[in-house]
């Protein structure tokens, strides 16, 4: 049987749950980071459906928003990256390889558009 391979990108369902939330935060916060291509990915898909309830300024969302980010990464999803997107459907992130580590993973960086 050919079950779903899925990428292993922390220790467990705990340490990837923290990851990708500081992987996120780190993202909105200063725009692009680098990381592995795996996290890079994972991560993805976290900012841009986190950037797109910004858009919408709702209650719901914005509690969305703060309990799945810090403080300050959920502020800047609401009041700046809400607006700055408005008219945006989506592909809210970039990934551009930038090289390898030491022990062959790819290295990307991850920057908002």
Request: glycine share 8%.
């Amino acid at each position: 049987m050919r079950h779903l391979k899925k990428k292993k990108i922390g220790k467990g369902k705990d340490h990837k749950r923290k990851l990708l939330r500081s992987l996120a935060a780190s993202t909105i916060v200063y725009e692009k980071i680098q990381t592995t291509e795996a996290r890079a990915k994972h991560a993805r898909q976290l900012v841009e459906k986190l950037i797109t309830k910004g858009k919408k300024e709702d209650l719901h969302n914005k509690r969305q928003i703060f309990s799945a980010l810090p403080t300050n990464a959920a502020k800047k999803v609401i009041e700046v990256l809400g607006t700055r997107y408005k008219e945006r459907k989506g592909g809210y992130t970039r990934i551009v390889r930038i090289g390898k580590y030491k022990d062959g993973m790819p290295k990307v960086q991850l920057e908002l558009v």
